[in-house]
């Protein structure tokens, strides 16, 4: 059973900065790793994507302000998040795909103030 363990949500003013962090319990066989959000009433939604070979692809909203990259070492991946806006409140997810099966985490609440 793959596990996923995400932290680094929290509450942050607009324009702050945050880092999420993804473990994934195995660390072969990996492939694509991803954020999702879903915010209150609303579907949840791609954030941004990295391949197994690293190259990312971000949402439209979040597009030079967000960072995804990825630890294969450590079997992590991370969100850097900077000048946060209240339309980015929501719990974000990880999503990693290993040998073709989906994998989510458990969601971690980032609350952006204005």
């Known amino acids: 059973q793959v596990q996923l363990v995400e932290s680094g949500g929290g509450l942050v003013q607009a324009g702050g900065s945050l880092r999420l962090s993804c473990v994934v319990s195995r660390s072969s066989f990996i492939g694509d790793m991803a954020w999702h959000r879903q915010a209150p009433g609303k579907k949840r939604e791609l954030v941004a994507r990295?391949?197994?070979?690293?190259?990312?692809n971000y949402s439209d909203s979040v597009k030079e302000r967000f960072t995804i990259s990825r630890d294969n070492a450590k079997s992590t991946v991370y969100l850097q998040m900077n000048t946060l806006k209240p339309e980015d409140t929501a719990v974000y997810y990880c999503n990693v795909v290993v040998w073709g099966q989906h994998y989510w985490g458990q969601g971690t609440q980032v609350t952006v103030s204005s």
């Open positions: 990295i391949t197994a070979g690293g190259s990312p």
